[in-house]
């Protein structure tokens, strides 16, 4: 696999990274709760505290134990907060705290939890029988990044109250049936990515949890086509799915979620031509359905999707030229559409324009023509990778200007005057790996003197 500039896509997937990320922001987001926690009044409730330590009892930690003394009203206990109008503990926070262990059944008393996090530690095991029945209060649940595995199904149903909840990173697996979403009427965000989970998609989330604007279910084994449903997200924000077994095309209610800035699908089966209604999308940041087998053309009109950002479709069964239309997007800074089937006079279509350009990946397909001059134009180029198509001539003098350019990839093709082409790439002064392969026919390779190098 390509492990150069042009390999990132967003962050989609990676996935270890951004546990640490998420639980930095949550500790950010937990410092800003309203300050009814920790105060004089509260003492805390006898059944809870008798709840923690039992909670205790089949946990431990790998960096120190946890403060839980008795001497200590449990309302002040690392991780604990409590809600001093009724001394009940409300909060349950220990993210990236070291804990190995299982999550006992005496966590379903703590009723009134309004906050759970376990996330970045090592818990292993189901979770508690009726869990969710039994925290009917509960808003934010993250327990991402453990080793919690089992079905989600014989815990119930999600509550009324629940709006955040992250069990990504674990090894859960089973079918995610509809009832287990159906009373989740305030959901907002829901992962369950890097798990095991089979079966299809539950499409039909937002007809439950109207108010919806995060859904990632990528990294699992769902499988088969994605059913109709989504289009009822009409406050959806963020569609993730990549990395599963999805056959089949998209289903055309996908393309009326107007509010979507990422729609994300990469990895899959997912088949058919990629559909003109993507254009309908035009908050759409993030793009990202490569390595399908999506066949046809770029839809013609791309470019009234103006916001994107990262346009990923690499690895399908693309053809066709690159649409005029592409140059409207002047917001792109990464778009890789390497190893399909394109073609065209590549010194033809206008790169001007893409002036915060970062990495272009055009490589392994079917463009023809010269090298294009205009790409010039985009200064904040780090890695461009023209490979294994059908250019020719020479290298332009104009791609000095590209001094942030680190990688050049431009192998395979029928370039010609070698000397040129390193005399003129030699005033790239940030280039480090440069690709020149299987090109300049029966040319010699010239000294490294003729260019004054020291």
């Given at each position: 696999m390509f492990s150069s500039p042009l390999a990132k896509s967003s962050s989609s997937y990676l996935l270890h990274s951004s546990c640490f990320s998420f639980v930095q922001l949550l500790t950010v987001f937990i410092l800003f709760l309203p300050c009814y926690t920790y105060t004089s009044h509260a003492s805390c409730n006898k059944l809870d505290r008798d709840s923690l330590l039992s909670l205790s009892e089949n946990i431990s930690s790998s960096l120190s134990p946890l403060n839980w003394s008795l001497s200590i009203d449990c309302c002040f206990w690392e991780g604990v907060g409590c809600d001093y109008n009724n001394n009940r503990v409300n909060r349950l926070w220990l993210p990236s705290r070291g804990l190995v262990g299982s999550i006992s059944t005496s966590i379903t008393n703590l009723s009134h939890l309004q906050l759970l996090s376990f996330a970045g530690n090592g818990l292993s095991g189901p979770l508690p029988d009726g869990l969710f029945l039994s925290l009917n209060r509960i808003?934010?649940?993250?327990?991402?990044?453990?080793?919690?595995?089992?079905?989600?199904?014989?815990?119930?149903q999600l509550p009324a109250t629940i709006k955040t909840m992250d069990l990504s990173s674990n090894n859960f697996e089973g079918v995610i049936q509809s009832s287990f979403l159906q009373s989740s009427s305030s959901l907002v965000s829901f992962n369950v990515s890097n798990n095991s989970f089979s079966g299809p998609i539950p499409s039909n989330v937002c007809n439950f949890s109207p108010s919806i604007t995060f859904l990632d279910f990528s990294w699992n084994y769902f499988d088969s086509s994605i059913p109709y449903g989504?289009?009822?997200c009409s406050n959806l924000k963020v569609l993730r799915a990549g990395f599963n077994v999805i056959t089949e095309s998209l289903p055309d209610d996908i393309y009326t979620v107007l509010p979507l800035q990422e729609l994300s699908f990469p990895g899959n089966g997912i088949s058919?031509?990629?559909?003109e209604g993507i254009a309908n999308l035009t908050n759409l940041k993030i793009l990202e359905l490569y390595a399908n087998e999506f066949t046809g053309s770029i839809?013609?009109?791309?470019g009234r999707i103006s916001n994107l950002e990262q346009l990923l479709l690499h690895i399908n069964n693309l053809n066709g030229s690159l649409p005029s239309s592409l140059m409207n997007c002047t917001r792109l800074i990464d778009l890789n559409l390497r190893v399909n089937?394109?073609?065209?006079?590549?010194?033809?279509?206008?790169?001007?324009?893409?002036?915060?350009?970062?990495s272009i990946d055009l490589g392994n397909n079917l463009f023809n023509g010269s090298f294009p001059v205009s790409i010039a134009s985009c200064t904040s180029l780090s890695a461009i990778r023209l490979s294994t198509n059908l250019l020719t001539g020479d290298i332009q003098p104009e791609i000095q200007s590209l001094q942030s350019l680190s990688y050049f990839s431009i192998s395979n093709n029928s370039l010609t005057n070698i000397t040129g082409a390193i005399k003129i790439l030699s005033g790239c002064k940030n280039l480090s790996i440069l690709i020149l392969s299987k090109n300049f026919y029966e040319e010699k390779l010239p000294y490294e003197g003729s260019f004054g190098w020291s």
């Open positions: 808003e934010t649940i993250d327990l991402s990044c453990n080793r919690l595995s089992g079905q989600l199904q014989p815990f119930g989504f289009g009822m058919g031509p990629l559909s839809p013609r009109e791309i089937s394109l073609s065209g006079e590549l010194s033809g279509f206008d790169f001007s324009n893409f002036l915060q350009f970062r």
